[in-house]
């Protein structure tokens, strides 16, 4: 059965009420006389035997499924015409029993149906087969035609107004959730900033679920359920003239009127974002997903629709940015929001137009300190405003799904990094990072091949670096494509090793050539005994598994030496040199010429 939001449509029946039903009765002409003629019919005839005609003549006797149950009750019910009282009670008895009669798929024309079928009985009962009949059997029957006319009129609006509610639902509201829709929430907006009362306030959430990919496979009728359900919860604790609308698949709002202080917003959010949480735990805990709500309010944040929304959306913006389950909107709230969207622009604007670099770090082998190669690092000078942090622009361009692209370019980037090494003279391998999505493009190998090929350099000089973080992600390995980077002959590194999940397993499993020790652990050998422990046992491991070992974020001398001791092969950091751009880093090279004599890639 199809529930109608009130928010949405009118209601989807007439209600019949005692000025109701005398109008009724008016429009077709049924009065006192009419309503006599009715009681003394009654007074002959039983509702039983007019019930066993209309079941028999729709075959509804034993109906137990489908639509039959409920033309099968209406069919019982409109055969006690007969035993009216002519009070309100039982039209409107009749009205639901339709309803639920034409939402469970009867057709519109049954109660035409019915009501001919009720007559005709009603005819063969007062005449029989005389050919003869008085004057008062055609008053009754005359009363009886009028009243199923009445009928008729009053269960045709009935189907009419379901019609137009089902038509109402198609364009303003959900079809799922029988809520109002995007384009009903911004119609009910500005109707309930219309009508702000003074000393009042119009609050506005807008909450957000970003769901994992347990959720992305389900079916589209477990997603529905998953939807209704949450609408569900979120309706169970809201006022009962806020209203709740769905902007998307994964995001709702609601309106929050007649608010008398703003602290409202805040605790409406809250209590939403908890409700959702409580839901999934409790009804769908094999689902994964953050949720995150913003709030605004009128006339403090907005006066206009458009304005409000925007608040409300600078303030989820913010939720999620921070790792909150709800922001409220402020004047900070607002240059942050903006700050973030000019950034996103602008990142993806100097990825098209090839702003970003590659900046180079020197690996030396231990413990000669030769240079035995270099790691590619991306860095992009904002115009006016110094470096941008690599990790905001690598968490831009995955959200806004660039990844890819920078991906290529940074692989293209290398090819021609390694061409101008080796043009003065310095042939190290050059190491690159790639990203779980990369792993999973099968023309990944053939573009790495045709890269070289264009820059005329060898494969056996690209390092390509793997992080544990996306090699654990459920999609993000593809062995196959792993491997045919290994028989082109690049070289590959698991990075970040012991910051990740199940490391002994990769080890064991994963074609790599190196590993490089994460920072957060070098860094730290010379002052505690436990850190010390962990990485010398991470060098004895990969050494076990015939791999070499890179510790990263190499600082000073003391750490140098501690690392010289567990037998690590190569380490990168500041104190050898820091990233810098390839004419800077061969300049580098030349001037440890006589230190680096001999230097061979492994």
């Not at 007019?50 to 209406?74: I, N």
């Not at 003239?241 to 605790?267: F, K, M, R, T, Y």
């Not at 980037?413 to 101008?420: D, M």
Request: include cysteine; charged fraction near 25%.
């Amino acid at each position: 059965m199809n529930t109608l939001a009130p928010h949405l449509v009118r209601s989807p029946h007439p209600v019949i009420d005692e000025d109701a039903l005398a109008r009724l009765l008016l429009r077709y002409g049924v009065g006192q006389g009419e309503q006599a003629a009715v009681r003394a019919f009654g007074r002959i005839i039983r509702a039983g035997e007019l019930e066993d005609a209309l079941l028999s003549r729709f075959d509804l006797g034993d109906a137990v499924a489908g639509v039959e149950p409920s033309l099968r009750a209406f069919c019982i019910e409109l055969a006690r015409i007969t035993e009216w009282d002519f009070t309100p009670a039982w039209p409107a008895r009749l009205v639901d029993l339709w309803s639920e009669c034409y939402l469970g798929g009867a057709v519109a024309e049954f109660p035409f149906i019915a009501i001919e079928a009720l007559m005709a009985s009603c005819q063969v009962h007062l005449f029989s087969d005389r050919a003869m009949v008085h004057r008062l059997e055609l008053d009754i029957l005359s009363a009886l035609v009028r009243l199923g006319w009445c009928l008729g009129g009053l269960l045709c609006e009935v189907s009419i107004d379901h019609e137009q509610a089902f038509r109402l639902n198609a364009e303003d509201g959900d079809a799922v959730l029988g809520i109002p829709n995007r384009r009903r929430f911004l119609t009910l907006l500005t109707e309930g900033l219309a009508h702000v009362a003074d000393g009042q306030a119009v609050g506005l959430l807008v909450l957000d679920i970003e769901w994992g990919r347990s959720v992305d496979v389900l079916a589209m009728d477990e997603r529905d359920h998953l939807r209704l359900a949450l609408s569900d919860a979120m309706r169970a604790v809201l006022r009962a003239n806020d209203i709740l609308c769905a902007l998307g698949d994964d995001q709702w709002a609601v309106i929050l009127p007649e608010l008398q202080h703003p602290a409202q917003v805040s605790l409406a959010g809250s209590k939403l974002v908890d409700a959702c949480e409580v839901l999934r735990g409790n009804n769908f805990p094999g689902q994964r997903g953050r949720f995150h709500a913003g709030g605004a309010w009128a006339p403090e944040h907005a006066t206009d629709p458009l304005g409000l929304v925007h608040a409300a959306r600078a303030a989820l913006v913010a939720a999620k940015a921070s790792g909150r389950a709800f922001d409220l909107y402020c004047s900070d709230t607002a240059v942050r929001s903006h700050g973030d969207a000019g950034f996103e622009s602008e990142v993806a604007r100097a990825l098209e137009t090839r702003q970003f670099q590659l900046y180079l770090q020197p690996q030396v082998a231990l413990p000669s300190r030769r240079l035995v190669g270099a790691e590619a690092l991306l860095r992009w000078r904002r115009e006016g405003q110094g470096f941008a942090s690599p990790p905001d622009i690598l968490q831009v361009l995955e959200r806004i799904g660039l990844m890819a692209e920078l991906s290529r370019w940074v692989i293209q980037q290398a090819g021609q990094v390694l061409a101008t090494l080796a043009a003065a003279g310095c042939e190290v391998a050059v190491s690159v990072n790639l990203m779980a999505e990369d792993l999973k493009d099968p023309e990944l190998p053939l573009f790495i091949r045709q890269t070289c090929e264009t820059w005329r350099v060898p494969e056996s000089r690209m390092c390509f670096e793997l992080t544990e973080g996306g090699l654990v992600s459920r999609d993000g390995m593809s062995v196959r494509n792993l491997d045919a980077l290994r028989v082109g002959g690049g070289r590959l590194a698991l990075d970040d090793f012991g910051t990740g999940y199940s490391s002994m397993d990769y080890l064991r499993r994963l074609p790599v050539d190196e590993l490089k020790l994460d920072k957060s652990f070098v860094e730290r050998i010379t002052l505690t005994d436990n850190d010390r422990a962990i990485v010398e046992l991470m060098v004895r491991v990969a050494h076990t598994f015939g791999l070499d070992v890179v510790a990263e974020g190499v600082e000073d001398a003391a750490t140098e030496a501690v690392l010289n001791e567990m037998g690590c092969d190569r380490a990168q950091g500041y104190l050898y040199a820091p990233a810098m751009p390839v004419d800077q880093f061969i300049a580098w090279w030349q001037s440890h010429r006589d230190a680096l004599i001999g230097a061979r890639t492994p």
